[in-house]
Structures are given as C-alpha cells and as structure tokens.
C-alpha cells in the first residue's frame, strides 16, 4: 500500500465550479500537509500548509485535514481556467526527514 | 526575491557521462531537499542535507549517486555514469527551519540520457 494515494483524474470542469482534491493516507504519524499545484514542465508550487487537523482558508482556496479519516481535501472556489494545473498533495511526520507526495490529479478548467 | 534556482533547466548525456545538477536555496534557507519526478508518478524523496552535512540519503541508490551542500555555493546532485533510467525531472526544495516548516521547489533540472 502506497502511504498517499490520490485519484490520478483527470478532472474536468466548467469555469465557476468548485472543485475538490483529495488524498487517503495510511501512516497515521503524519502531522504535516501540503497542498503543491504543478504547471506543465515546471517546478511544484506551494498553495497551502496546514498542520494536524482542521480547515484552512487562503482566498479560492480551502484546505481540509481529517486525521481520524487519514482524508485530506482542497477545494477550489470559482475555478478559472488558470487554475489548470496538476495538484499534488505532500504530507510529513513530526519527525522524519521528507515529504511523501501522492502522484497529482490533473484538472483542467473549461472557460 | 530570489526562489530556488536550479540549473541546468535542460541537461542531456550520453549513457555513461556524468551530470551535475545545481540548486542554490532561497536566501535564509539552509535546508535542501532534493527529489525526482518520472511521468505519471509522484516526486520521490532522495536526499535531504543542511550546509556541509547530509541528513538523510536513504532515497538515493547507493551507487552512482551523490549530493553535496557545501558551506559555499550551490547543492550539487552528482550522477556518475548515466544511464537511460536516470531520465527524469529532479526538483530542489529549500526549507527554512528543517522538514515541518513550508518547503519551496525549484523549476527542476530535466535530465535526458541518450
């Protein structure tokens, strides 16, 4: 079993829509999570950092973490179409040396 | 406001040369972390090291590869005698404080081995 799983997509959506990513882990140490967005052949960007359980809020977006599910969220408010993009979810231990990454879901947003 | 520069943006070898890979963190950040990223799969942890010291290896194949951060200039990922499956993306991250703070990536080095 992989320690992050995350659905691969692709996901496909109107303009305006509110989307929602998600990731399922299995190490229940993991206290960290990162929600990075890729662009095509360019480097992850970080979008949101949270820590333990709970909701966090940064403009369109919301991250949501579950730790008594191991469900990890981020939902895009009013999509556009620049939010197309590959969104990968990371996610660490309090000790630990990296990341453990899921392997991205591609979203593409229809104007 | 500098982020994390890696070069080259593009590297291509012949099978059995040798690629340098560079990073230099963002300014303030004495932490890096180096992964690689093949289609279709998530990035995978290889190295992670602070100035002058290698913290964690256990991603990296025990042959062939090194990586270094010395106390000046770049992080250098080194991989002697490339060969067609070390073709990839390899992303730098840089990190202030150590692994539980905000990690930040570079635009990546893409090797091709021909």
């Known amino acids: 079993q992989k320690e992050v799983e995350q659905d691969p997509g692709p996901l496909s959506v109107p303009e305006g829509a509110i989307v929602s990513l998600n990731c399922t882990y299995s190490n229940s140490a993991f206290q960290y999570f990162m929600w990075y967005r890729q662009y095509s052949r360019k480097g992850p960007e970080l979008l949101m950092y949270?820590?333990?359980?709970g909701n966090k809020e940064d403009g369109r977006f919301t991250a949501q973490v579950d730790k008594s599910s191991k469900y990890i969220s981020l939902f895009i408010r009013d999509s556009q179409p620049s939010d197309s993009a590959t969104y990968l979810c990371?996610?660490?231990?309090?000790?630990?040396?990296?990341?453990?990454f899921g392997t991205g879901t591609s979203l593409t947003v229809i104007p | 406001n500098a982020g994390v520069m890696q070069n080259p943006r593009h590297l291509v070898r012949r099978r059995g040369q040798e690629a340098r890979l560079r990073c230099s963190p963002m300014k303030g950040h004495s932490h890096v972390y180096w992964y690689r990223q093949l289609p279709e799969e998530g990035l995978k942890f290889m190295v992670y090291?602070?100035?002058?010291?290698?913290?964690?290896e256990s991603g990296m194949p025990k042959e062939r590869f090194s990586a270094e951060f010395p106390k000046e200039g770049p992080s250098i990922l080194r991989i002697q005698q490339v060969v067609r499956g070390d073709s990839a993306a390899y992303f730098c991250?840089?990190?202030?404080?150590?692994?539980?703070?905000?990690?930040?990536f570079g635009q990546g080095t893409r090797l091709t081995v021909v």
């Open positions: 990371a996610m660490s231990q309090s000790t630990g040396n990296q990341f453990y």
């Open positions: 949270t820590y333990s359980s």
């Open positions: 090291l602070q100035k002058e010291n290698i913290i964690d």
């Open positions: 991250a840089s990190g202030q404080q150590g692994l539980n703070t905000e990690a930040f």
